[in-house]
């Protein structure tokens, strides 16, 4: 057959070329090069979670869009006009679909990821390749919903922008970048972490869906950050604790221009997130050495 | 140069009962346990036995594979042969990096692709075209070797018709030829192998042997192979390991391990008669079980000595569990020798459907085809070109003996593992007078 020798570089590997196979040892097991080396797996998996969602459901990626928008429209008829939660001169509308896009894309990453080794069993007990590209792939996958939720966001703000309500698109739509990329790394460490625990107690999988429901009572989503912040104070350390909180609020202030941007609690967010995800990939490499081992 | 493969002291120790996950309740009752004791404490229930001398270092520890050492050049076929339970597939994940060992090392200079099964990661509503880089990028090629490749991978699967549709709809056969397609163009130094040659018609699964052959021949690759067929073992491989109970008990050219191997499955006794009903350790898996095995002779008495001219019925007692569709039985005859003679199949007989009950049935060996010597009889049960029930192994036992044999009435040994009876056809053309 001719054309098995047509590709020169993978004739013979290069020298050096040596896989070392023993028990590991060490706190930080991470191969970043080989990691490298998998970058097309990636590629194909976010393809794979794109093309799997587009041809399954009926409606394909009108659910990224539809899920919100109800969130939004029960928001605003609960705690807007029921328990008539203020939000701060923003339209209820914009200001609730305004915080779901983080928010939505943080509780997408943590509830896929966590599952990451119950949903991969098959695959990780057949075929070696670096575990981390599985989560890495699905925060990457679930970006494309975002993007979807963006064009409704924009579409809307567009029509009540039109219609004179006090918002403002200006430059500041470009911290939304390095917001959604905290969000990225917070909502990775922590699918690192929580699927590497649910690895080894399965009924710790009941826990995440709860969990991700009451951070989200617990983060500016439905009211302003200025409700924790304000007034006494004595509110003040549930915004500072949580990484997600300055986030969501920075979120309003970059698309809407309207709530705070709090720079120092921004700084905190970033910094425990980073150190939640060094956590999540020392205790994913720990998961992974051993959890194939009951397939 | 250095071998391409080195393994020294290979070790994994596995817990017995709670392997990998547990249950957040399991956990408190250990630790509830660890105080209470004292009080004689039991070991929990359903914690089994680690099998005999494989007991590890605490009571609840075995060794699935216990100082494995071996080296392999490129160019080699290793085959790896062994009982199931032996520690292959231990080996084998380790090896391909699925698993951690406990102990020992191994350096594999090369790159490595594993295929502990074929079609790893395929996904039903993509369609063929889709899967052939999903799975190829999962086996470790890049997207632009599986482009490369594409239409050299279709036109192998013989399915260039339907690469576009959903493999979803794809019959068992299409979809399995699609996935060793991907896998035979794998290109790895080191690519390890299991079992995988036991899917696909008789066709497809010489034209991926051949392949394999072809890949480690004029490429210099390095190909383990975990195999049961011991007839694809012997003809491809140049050097085999035994594993027995964890241990590589033997390393060497595939005639001797093979030999070995089979001596060891064949039942220490001559058996012909192999009965369930009483026991609950019949060979079995979700959709059937046999219920007894037994080699009858031509009253249907229960013999395991036959003369070459008498048949030999080899009659197979099963339960079907549940519904089934096109299931056959296959007998496989062996020598002593480890020698694959022939395999029987009662694929043309057997019926399309089986609803649950119980079946019999039975293959007839005419007399006058085997030799004088001693045979292992094995039994599989599978639908064809889909899955394996229960895999080929050997139960029964029997020995061909007699005075003479099909071809000489003189008591000579005769070589061949059949020795059918030939009709000859002896005539004078001409007659030339003696000299006085």
Same mark, same amino acid.
Request: net charge neutral; proline share 6%; charged share 20%.
């Given at each position: 057959?001719?054309?098995?020798?047509?590709?020169?570089?993978?004739?013979?590997?290069?020298?050096?070329?040596?896989?070392?196979?023993?028990?590991?040892?060490?706190?930080?097991?991470?191969?970043?090069?080989?990691?490298?080396?998998?970058?097309?797996?990636?590629?194909?998996?976010?393809?794979?979670?794109?093309?799997?969602?587009?041809?399954?459901?009926?409606?394909?990626?009108?659910?990224?869009?539809?899920?919100?928008?109800?969130?939004?429209?029960?928001?605003?008829?609960?705690?807007?006009?029921?328990?008539?939660?203020?939000?701060?001169?923003?339209?209820?509308?914009?200001?609730?679909?305004?915080?779901?896009?983080?928010?939505?894309?943080?509780?997408?990453?943590?509830?896929? %990821?966590?599952?990451?080794?119950?949903?991969?069993?098959?695959?990780?007990?057949?075929?070696?390749?670096?575990?981390?590209?599985?989560?890495?792939?699905?925060?990457?996958?679930?970006?494309?919903?975002?993007?979807?939720?963006?064009?409704?966001?924009?579409?809307?703000?567009?029509?009540?922008?039109?219609?004179?309500?006090?918002?403002?698109?200006?430059?500041?739509?470009?911290?939304?970048?390095?917001?959604?990329?905290?969000?990225?790394?917070?909502?990775?460490?922590?699918?690192?972490?929580?699927?590497?625990?649910?690895?080894?107690?399965?009924?710790?999988?009941?826990?995440?869906?709860?969990?991700?429901?009451?951070?989200?009572?617990?983060?500016?989503?439905?009211?302003?950050?200025?409700?924790?912040?304000?007034?006494?104070?004595?509110?003040?350390?549930?915004?500072?604790?949580?990484?997600?909180?300055?986030?969501?609020?920075?979120?309003?202030?970059?698309?809407?221009?309207?709530?705070?941007?709090?720079?120092?609690?921004?700084?905190?967010?970033?910094?425990?997130?980073?150190?939640?995800?060094?956590?999540?990939?020392?205790?994913?490499?720990?998961?992974?050495?051993?959890?194939?081992?009951?397939? | 140069?250095?071998?391409?493969?080195?393994?020294?002291?290979?070790?994994?120790?596995?817990?017995? %009962?709670?392997?990998?996950?547990?249950?957040?309740?399991?956990?408190?009752?250990?630790?509830?346990?660890?105080?209470?004791?004292?009080?004689?404490?039991?070991?929990?229930?359903?914690?089994?036995?680690?099998?005999?001398?494989?007991?590890?270092?605490?009571?609840?520890?075995?060794?699935?594979?216990?100082?494995?050492?071996?080296?392999?050049?490129?160019?080699?076929?290793?085959?790896?042969?062994?009982?199931?339970?032996?520690?292959?597939?231990?080996?084998?994940?380790?090896?391909?990096?699925?698993?951690?060992?406990?102990?020992?090392?191994?350096?594999?200079?090369?790159?490595?692709?594993?295929?502990?099964?074929?079609?790893?990661?395929?996904?039903?509503?993509?369609?063929?075209?889709?899967?052939?880089?999903?799975?190829?990028?999962?086996?470790?090629?890049?997207?632009?070797?599986?482009?490369?490749?594409?239409?050299?991978?279709?036109?192998?699967?013989?399915?260039?018709?339907?690469?576009?549709?959903?493999?979803?709809?794809?019959?068992?056969?299409?979809?399995?030829?699609?996935?060793?397609?991907?896998?035979?163009?794998?290109?790895?130094?080191?690519?390890?192998?299991?079992?995988?040659?036991?899917?696909?018609?008789?066709?497809?699964?010489?034209?991926?042997?051949?392949?394999? %052959?072809?890949?480690?021949?004029?490429?210099?690759?390095?190909?383990?192979?975990?195999?049961?067929?011991?007839?694809?073992?012997?003809?491809?491989?140049?050097?085999?390991?035994?594993?027995?109970?964890?241990?590589?008990?033997?390393?060497?050219?595939?005639?001797?391990?093979?030999?070995?191997?089979?001596?060891?499955?064949?039942?220490?006794?001559?058996?012909?008669?192999?009965?369930?009903?009483?026991?609950?350790?019949?060979?079995? *898996?979700?959709?059937?079980?046999?219920?007894?095995?037994?080699?009858?002779?031509?009253?249907?008495?229960?013999?395991?000595?036959?003369?070459?001219?008498?048949?030999?019925?080899?009659?197979?007692?099963?339960?079907?569990?549940?519904?089934?569709? %096109?299931?056959?039985?296959?007998?496989?005859?062996?020598?002593?020798?480890?020698?694959?003679?022939?395999?029987?199949?009662?694929?043309?007989?057997?019926?399309?459907?089986?609803?649950?009950?119980?079946?019999?049935?039975?293959?007839?060996?005419?007399?006058?085809?085997?030799?004088?010597?001693?045979?292992?009889?094995?039994?599989?049960?599978?639908?064809?070109?889909?899955?394996?029930?229960?895999?080929?192994?050997?139960?029964?036992?029997?020995?061909?003996?007699?005075?003479?044999?099909?071809?000489?009435?003189?008591?000579?040994?005769?070589?061949?593992?059949? *020795?059918?009876?030939?009709?000859?056809?002896?005539?004078?053309?001409?007659?030339?007078?003696?000299?006085?």
């Amino acid at each position: 057959m001719p054309t098995l020798q047509t590709s020169p570089d993978t004739e013979s590997a290069p020298p050096d070329y040596e896989i070392h196979i023993e028990a590991r040892t060490g706190w930080l097991r991470v191969n970043w090069r080989e990691l490298w080396e998998y970058r097309d797996l990636l590629f194909v998996l976010v393809r794979r979670d794109f093309l799997a969602k587009y041809k399954q459901t009926v409606l394909g990626p009108l659910w990224f869009i539809l899920q919100p928008l109800l969130n939004t429209l029960v928001f605003t008829i609960v705690f807007n006009k029921v328990a008539g939660i203020e939000t701060g001169g923003i339209p209820p509308l914009l200001f609730y679909l305004c915080a779901l896009l983080p928010w939505g894309y943080f509780a997408q990453n943590v509830t896929t %990821g966590a599952a990451t080794f119950t949903n991969n069993a098959h695959l990780f007990g057949k075929v070696y390749f670096p575990r981390l590209i599985v989560p890495l792939s699905s925060i990457i996958s679930n970006l494309f919903a975002l993007g979807l939720q963006f064009a409704v966001f924009f579409i809307f703000g567009a029509w009540f922008a039109l219609r004179g309500a006090a918002v403002y698109f200006g430059p500041a739509i470009l911290l939304a970048l390095p917001l959604l990329l905290i969000t990225a790394v917070l909502s990775l460490g922590l699918s690192l972490l929580f699927s590497s625990s649910t690895a080894k107690y399965r009924d710790l999988s009941h826990l995440t869906p709860i969990l991700i429901q009451l951070w989200m009572f617990a983060t500016p989503v439905i009211y302003p950050l200025s409700k924790l912040t304000g007034g006494d104070g004595r509110f003040a350390w549930i915004a500072w604790m949580n990484p997600m909180a300055p986030i969501v609020e920075g979120f309003r202030f970059s698309l809407l221009g309207r709530g705070t941007f709090h720079g120092p609690m921004l700084g905190v967010s970033a910094l425990a997130s980073a150190v939640i995800l060094l956590l999540g990939i020392i205790a994913f490499g720990r998961a992974e050495r051993t959890v194939t081992d009951c397939a | 140069m250095k071998p391409r493969v080195e393994v020294e002291s290979l070790s994994k120790l596995y817990r017995l %009962g709670s392997i990998g996950a547990t249950s957040l309740r399991d956990t408190f009752g250990r630790i509830a346990a660890r105080f209470r004791r004292g009080a004689g404490t039991t070991p929990r229930k359903e914690t089994p036995a680690a099998p005999a001398g494989r007991q590890g270092p605490t009571p609840d520890t075995f060794w699935a594979i216990r100082d494995i050492s071996f080296s392999a050049k490129a160019g080699e076929i290793v085959g790896i042969v062994g009982r199931n339970g032996a520690g292959k597939s231990t080996l084998l994940k380790i090896l391909s990096r699925i698993t951690e060992p406990t102990s020992g090392r191994a350096i594999l200079r090369g790159r490595l692709a594993s295929l502990l099964e074929v079609g790893t990661g395929f996904h039903p509503d993509l369609t063929g075209r889709e899967n052939v880089f999903l799975n190829g990028t999962i086996l470790g090629m890049k997207r632009w070797e599986i482009a490369a490749k594409f239409d050299e991978i279709v036109a192998f699967a013989e399915l260039d018709r339907f690469i576009d549709t959903p493999v979803k709809h794809y019959s068992s056969g299409m979809f399995v030829r699609l996935a060793f397609a991907v896998a035979a163009h794998l290109e790895p130094e080191i690519l390890f192998i299991d079992e995988v040659l036991a899917v696909g018609d008789a066709g497809f699964q010489k034209k991926c042997l051949g392949k394999m %052959g072809e890949v480690a021949n004029q490429h210099g690759r390095t190909v383990f192979f975990v195999s049961h067929n011991m007839g694809a073992v012997r003809s491809l491989c140049e050097h085999a390991i035994l594993i027995e109970d964890g241990r590589a008990t033997m390393d060497g050219p595939p005639a001797e391990i093979i030999s070995r191997y089979l001596a060891s499955t064949v039942p220490d006794e001559i058996a012909g008669e192999l009965d369930w009903t009483e026991r609950d350790d019949a060979p079995s *898996c979700d959709d059937v079980e046999y219920t007894r095995l037994r080699l009858l002779d031509r009253d249907g008495a229960v013999r395991t000595t036959f003369e070459p001219d008498q048949p030999i019925a080899i009659e197979i007692t099963y339960r079907v569990k549940r519904r089934l569709r %096109g299931v056959r039985f296959d007998v496989a005859f062996t020598t002593q020798e480890g020698e694959l003679a022939f395999i029987a199949t009662d694929h043309n007989f057997q019926r399309e459907i089986h609803e649950p009950g119980t079946y019999q049935t039975t293959c007839i060996i005419p007399g006058g085809l085997l030799n004088r010597r001693g045979y292992a009889v094995g039994v599989q049960c599978d639908v064809p070109g889909e899955r394996f029930l229960i895999h080929m192994r050997n139960y029964l036992s029997l020995v061909v003996s007699g005075v003479g044999n099909q071809s000489s009435s003189f008591p000579e040994p005769w070589p061949g593992v059949v *020795c059918p009876r030939i009709r000859w056809e002896i005539r004078t053309l001409s007659e030339e007078p003696v000299a006085a």
